[in-house]
């Protein structure tokens, strides 16, 4: 079974339009911690936010924003007013005890303009 | 710019080969992480070093091994090569060990086996 799931392989938006990552996780820790990270078409891996178990406040950075719920093992991720710069894949990622880390097989996103 | 260097940035290599990827942490970053980025696999875990100390494996194969040096930088050695090893190879690097650091990402080594 996937630690982290991201159902959408893919989307497409037009520009301004807000769209929503999905991510959810498996984890039998109670300490863990969830991460953010985006690639652009350069390949890099660019950190975007961290999360741990114990901190379910919802965070919003500019125009990103993310949706951390326990009860439903998820931790989403919103853009909105979606800008052509923000076309990249995007993974969400599980760190759990033991120093275990599992990626999310990451979401495509186009933002069309 | 994270910080984290990766060499070199593309290899292209036979079957049956051995390569040697390195990897320089960022400055003061004492934690350095492996992946593999495939398209079938995704971005798997390799394995983690931490001031010269293997900390956590993960899917990293036997015939793949990694080493942590004084000066902290970082080689991940991949031999008796098979087409499927064809990927992108991240080093990442955090200032501590722990489950909670956030790993900055090098630019990757792609590698494409023949």
């Known amino acids: 079974a996937q630690k982290v799931t991201q159902a959408q392989t893919e989307i497409s938006v037009v520009e301004k339009e807000d769209v929503t990552l999905d991510c959810v996780y498996e984890t039998r820790d109670t300490t863990y911690y969830l991460f953010w990270y985006k690639q652009p078409p350069s390949g890099e891996l660019v950190f975007l936010i961290r999360?741990?178990?114990?901190?379910?406040q919802n965070e919003i950075s500019g125009r990103y924003s993310w949706n951390f719920q326990k009860s439903t093992s998820s931790f989403n991720f919103t853009i909105t007013a979606s800008q052509v710069v923000d076309s990249a894949v995007y993974f969400c990622?599980?760190?759990?005890?033991?120093?275990?880390?599992?990626f999310g097989t990451g979401t495509s996103l186009t933002v069309i303009p | 710019d994270s910080g984290v260097t990766q060499t070199p940035k593309h290899l292209i290599t036979a079957t049956g080969q051995r390569v040697t990827l390195r990897c320089s942490p960022r400055?003061?970053?004492?934690?350095v992480y492996w992946y593999q980025q495939s398209l079938d696999q995704g971005l798997q875990f390799l394995i983690q070093y931490y001031n010269g100390e293997e900390r956590a494996k993960g899917n990293i194969l036997e015939r793949f091994s990694a080493q942590q040096f004084p000066d902290l930088h970082s080689e991940l050695n991949l031999s008796s090569l098979e087409l499927g090893d064809s990927a992108l190879y991240f080093c990442?690097?955090?200032?501590?060990?722990?489950?909670?650091?956030?790993?900055?990402f090098g630019p990757g080594t792609r590698l494409l086996v023949l």
């Open positions: 999360r741990n178990s114990f901190d379910e």
């Open positions: 990442a690097s955090s200032a501590e060990p722990g489950q909670q650091e956030t790993q900055y």
């Open positions: 990622a599980l760190s759990e005890q033991g120093n275990q880390f599992y």
């Open positions: 400055s003061g970053d004492l934690s």
